[in-house]
């Protein structure tokens, strides 16, 4: 069964217009009555709060939260995901920080798991400068474990804009290239 729940009265993405309908989705638990979402919650295989998970990483002025390519289509931005990259946490754990890379990297598509998040995503701000994470297939997932080693360059240009290279492997002190993309929200 997949329910899908909008309510137009919210919105915490910093761009919403490029999620159009997708920007006002909640959780459909959160509108069912107590009785309801007493039955449902032990059905749920997130164990911590809150229990519906988090879908909106998005904080203005840090890398936290997805980001879109310079060329995305702006007629349908949902509809190039291969423009799209995030910078979130496991669904079901929300310990694991995750970087998804939809394809416009230098390394294969996917999701990979943070090998440490130092520093954090919300830390990050244009005065940060550059940062590198390094990052692999989460080996707890099924559809992600066989992801490469890769690493991960990373600069706020400003609160809207990302600088963002990835390299195969785990690369000390990487510095960008003219393989570097621009990202925006």
């Not at 039955?39 to 709060?49: A, G, K, N, S």
């Not at 694991?96 to 416009?104: C, E, Q, R, T, V």
């Not at 005065?127 to 474990?145: C, L």
């Not at 066989?146 to 706020?156: A, D, G, K, Q, S």
Request: glycine share 6%; with cysteine; hydrophobic share 35%.
């Amino acid at each position: 069964m997949n329910w899908r729940v909008h309510d137009l009265s919210i919105s915490s993405y910093i761009n919403p217009m490029k999620y159009w309908l997708s920007s006002t989705e909640g959780h459909f638990l959160e509108y069912c009555t107590p009785e309801l979402y007493e039955q449902l919650v032990p059905l749920m295989t997130r164990t911590e709060e809150p229990i519906t998970g988090v879908y909106d990483y998005d904080i203005n002025g840090t890398l936290s939260g997805n980001w879109f390519h310079e060329n995305i289509e702006s007629e349908e931005p949902m509809g190039d995901w291969d423009k799209h990259l995030s910078f979130c946490y496991d669904m079901y754990d929300s310990k694991k920080a995750l970087i998804s890379i939809g394809g416009m990297l230098d390394v294969p598509i996917g999701v990979y798991l943070l090998e440490e998040e130092t520093p954090k995503f919300s830390q990050v701000k244009p005065d940060s400068g550059a940062i590198y994470y390094w990052a692999e297939g989460d080996p707890e997932s099924d559809e992600h474990s066989h992801m490469p080693r890769i690493t991960v360059l990373v600069e706020l240009l400003d609160y809207e804009t990302l600088r963002i290279e990835a390299f195969s492997g785990w690369i000390n002190e990487p510095s960008f290239s003219e393989n570097a993309h621009i990202y925006t929200r």
